[in-house]
Nanobody, 114 residues
Framework: QVQLAELGGGLVQPGGSLRLSCLAS????????MNWVRQGPGKGLEWVSD????????HYADSVKGRFTISRDNARNTLYLQMTDLGPNETAVYYC???????WGQGTQVTVSS
């Protein structure tokens, strides 16, 4: 049974940082390129970042470039998203997903507010 479980969301003040984790099971994580995607209140899905399974090459949306870092630990079947200098407009449910969008987690809420 495939499972993606995101952890690490919560309430953070503007300018703050959070680190999200996504624990994968039930499929070959090490050979799967992975995404982070977010959905703000009343908004559509927004791709945030992805990381290639083999090369480890990372890509970022322009809105998060320089502030977010995606990484992975294949030995732990875990995907990470380190987020810094968060703004209120980044309040959203953050999802990890396989790059082919076949597998999705349940999402973790990130709220940026003072």
């Amino acid at each position: 049974q495939v499972q993606l479980a995101e952890l690490g969301g919560g309430l953070v003040q503007p300018g703050g940082s959070l680190r999200l984790s996504c624990l994968a099971s039930g499929f070959d994580f090490s050979t799967s390129s992975m995404n982070w995607v977010r959905q703000g209140p009343g908004k559509g899905l927004e791709w945030v970042s992805d990381i290639n399974s083999g090369s480890g090459v990372e890509h970022y949306a322009d809105s998060v470039k320089g502030r977010f870092t995606i990484s992975r630990d294949n030995a732990r079947n875990t995907l990470y998203l380190q987020m810094t200098d968060l703004g209120p407009n980044e309040t959203a449910v953050y999802y990890c997903a396989s790059a082919d969008h076949v597998y999705w987690g349940q999402g973790t809420q990130v709220t940026v507010s003072s």
